[in-house]
Protein backbone atom coordinates (compact mmCIF):
# COMPACT_ATOMS: atom_id res chain seq x y z
CA UNK A 1 0.00 0.00 0.00
CA UNK A 2 3.36 2.35 -0.02
CA UNK A 3 2.44 1.82 -3.33
CA UNK A 4 -0.98 3.66 -3.06
CA UNK A 5 0.86 6.75 -1.86
CA UNK A 6 2.87 6.80 -5.07
CA UNK A 7 -0.25 6.01 -7.08
CA UNK A 8 -2.33 8.63 -5.59
CA UNK A 9 0.60 11.33 -6.19
CA UNK A 10 1.33 10.53 -10.06
CA UNK A 11 -2.86 9.99 -10.19
CA UNK A 12 -2.43 13.65 -8.47
CA UNK A 13 0.13 14.77 -11.05
CA UNK A 14 -2.17 13.68 -14.42
CA UNK A 15 -4.96 14.83 -12.69
CA UNK A 16 -3.20 18.82 -12.51
CA UNK A 17 -2.34 17.92 -16.76
CA UNK A 18 -5.12 17.05 -18.03
CA UNK A 19 -7.25 20.02 -15.81
CA UNK A 20 -9.55 17.96 -13.74
CA UNK A 21 -10.03 19.93 -11.33
CA UNK A 22 -12.51 17.97 -9.20
CA UNK A 23 -10.06 15.25 -9.38
CA UNK A 24 -6.84 17.82 -8.37
CA UNK A 25 -9.06 19.37 -5.63
CA UNK A 26 -9.70 15.94 -4.18
CA UNK A 27 -6.70 13.80 -4.30
CA UNK A 28 -4.57 16.96 -2.48
CA UNK A 29 -7.37 16.56 0.13
CA UNK A 30 -6.77 12.94 0.33
CA UNK A 31 -2.88 13.38 0.74
CA UNK A 32 -3.29 16.56 3.04
CA UNK A 33 -5.17 14.10 5.12
CA UNK A 34 -2.28 11.28 4.95
CA UNK A 35 -0.39 13.86 5.51
CA UNK A 36 -1.36 15.06 8.65
CA UNK A 37 -1.41 11.47 9.81
CA UNK A 38 2.01 10.97 8.83
CA UNK A 39 2.82 14.27 11.12
CA UNK A 40 0.46 12.40 13.91
CA UNK A 41 2.78 9.54 13.68
CA UNK A 42 6.33 10.89 13.42
CA UNK A 43 5.12 13.10 17.02
CA UNK A 44 4.60 9.49 18.41
CA UNK A 45 7.87 7.93 17.07
CA UNK A 46 6.21 5.57 14.62
CA UNK A 47 6.38 5.96 10.85
CA UNK A 48 3.47 5.62 8.16
CA UNK A 49 2.33 2.47 7.83
CA UNK A 50 0.86 0.89 4.21
CA UNK A 51 -2.69 0.05 6.25
CA UNK A 52 -2.43 3.80 7.54
CA UNK A 53 -2.52 5.00 4.10
CA UNK A 54 -5.68 3.24 3.48
CA UNK A 55 -7.25 3.54 6.61
CA UNK A 56 -6.95 7.36 5.76
CA UNK A 57 -8.18 7.28 2.85
CA UNK A 58 -11.29 4.90 4.19
CA UNK A 59 -12.06 8.04 6.75
CA UNK A 60 -11.80 10.68 4.06
CA UNK A 61 -14.63 8.54 2.31
CA UNK A 62 -16.73 7.85 5.31
CA UNK A 63 -16.46 11.57 6.05
CA UNK A 64 -17.69 11.90 2.37
CA UNK A 65 -20.48 9.88 3.15
CA UNK A 66 -21.80 11.51 5.80
CA UNK A 67 -21.85 14.89 4.57
CA UNK A 68 -23.88 13.48 1.61
CA UNK A 69 -26.21 12.25 4.31
CA UNK A 70 -26.69 15.69 6.02
CA UNK A 71 -27.20 18.05 2.72
CA UNK A 72 -29.53 16.00 1.01
CA UNK A 73 -31.19 16.29 4.87
CA UNK A 74 -30.73 19.83 5.01
CA UNK A 75 -32.16 20.14 0.84
CA UNK A 76 -28.56 20.27 -0.58
CA UNK A 77 -28.58 18.38 -3.10
CA UNK A 78 -25.98 20.66 -4.92
CA UNK A 79 -23.07 20.16 -1.87
CA UNK A 80 -24.15 16.52 -1.98
CA UNK A 81 -23.90 15.87 -5.66
CA UNK A 82 -20.37 18.00 -5.16
CA UNK A 83 -19.53 14.82 -1.90
CA UNK A 84 -20.79 12.26 -4.06
CA UNK A 85 -18.06 13.11 -7.03
CA UNK A 86 -15.49 13.20 -4.27
CA UNK A 87 -16.65 10.02 -2.85
CA UNK A 88 -16.74 8.35 -6.09
CA UNK A 89 -13.10 9.33 -6.83
CA UNK A 90 -11.83 8.03 -3.24
CA UNK A 91 -13.68 5.17 -3.65
CA UNK A 92 -12.08 3.99 -6.38
CA UNK A 93 -8.44 3.42 -3.96
CA UNK A 94 -10.19 1.57 -1.30
CA UNK A 95 -10.54 -2.21 -1.74
CA UNK A 96 -13.88 -3.34 -2.30
CA UNK A 97 -16.48 -3.70 0.09
CA UNK A 98 -17.29 -6.72 2.06
CA UNK A 99 -20.56 -8.60 0.80
CA UNK A 100 -22.73 -9.13 3.59
CA UNK A 101 -22.02 -13.21 3.39
CA UNK A 102 -18.17 -11.50 3.86
CA UNK A 103 -19.77 -10.06 7.06
CA UNK A 104 -21.58 -12.89 8.71
CA UNK A 105 -18.45 -15.11 8.04
CA UNK A 106 -16.21 -13.01 9.74
CA UNK A 107 -18.60 -12.75 12.81
CA UNK A 108 -19.18 -16.15 13.15
CA UNK A 109 -15.18 -17.14 13.11
CA UNK A 110 -14.96 -14.26 15.56
CA UNK A 111 -18.10 -15.63 17.89
CA UNK A 112 -16.05 -19.19 17.37
CA UNK A 113 -12.62 -17.68 18.42
CA UNK A 114 -14.03 -15.25 21.26
CA UNK A 115 -16.72 -17.92 22.62
CA UNK A 116 -18.93 -15.01 23.82
CA UNK A 117 -20.78 -15.99 27.24
CA UNK A 118 -23.16 -13.27 27.03
CA UNK A 119 -23.93 -10.23 25.19
CA UNK A 120 -21.72 -8.39 26.90
CA UNK A 121 -18.74 -9.66 25.27
CA UNK A 122 -20.05 -7.64 22.22
CA UNK A 123 -16.98 -5.46 22.41
CA UNK A 124 -14.34 -8.75 22.03
CA UNK A 125 -16.50 -10.35 19.31
CA UNK A 126 -16.80 -6.52 17.24
CA UNK A 127 -13.09 -6.05 17.45
CA UNK A 128 -12.49 -9.55 16.57
CA UNK A 129 -15.02 -9.45 13.82
CA UNK A 130 -13.55 -5.65 12.46
CA UNK A 131 -10.04 -7.19 12.49
CA UNK A 132 -11.02 -9.63 10.06
CA UNK A 133 -12.82 -7.22 7.69
CA UNK A 134 -10.26 -4.35 8.50
CA UNK A 135 -11.27 -1.40 5.27
CA UNK A 136 -13.99 -3.54 3.59
CA UNK A 137 -16.76 -3.10 5.89
CA UNK A 138 -18.80 -0.20 7.59
CA UNK A 139 -18.91 -0.73 11.20
CA UNK A 140 -22.43 -0.40 11.52
CA UNK A 141 -22.81 -3.33 8.92
CA UNK A 142 -20.62 -5.56 11.80
CA UNK A 143 -22.40 -3.92 14.60
CA UNK A 144 -25.59 -5.35 13.01
CA UNK A 145 -24.30 -8.54 12.11
CA UNK A 146 -22.40 -9.31 15.77
CA UNK A 147 -26.17 -8.01 17.47
CA UNK A 148 -27.59 -10.21 15.53
CA UNK A 149 -25.37 -13.14 15.71
CA UNK A 150 -25.25 -12.63 20.10
CA UNK A 151 -29.29 -12.37 20.22
CA UNK A 152 -30.44 -14.90 17.50
Known amino acids: ???????LQSDLKAAMRAGDERRTGTL????????NREIEKHAKGAALTPE????TLAREAKKRKEA????????????????AAELAILTAYLPPEASDEEVRQAVTAALAAVKPASEKDFGKVMGAAM??????????RVTKAVKEALTG
Do not use: C, N, Y
Open 131 to 140: KTLKGTADAE
Open 1 to 7: MADLLSL
Open 52 to 55: DVAD
Open 28 to 35: RMALAAIH
Open 68 to 83: IALFTQGGRKDLADTE
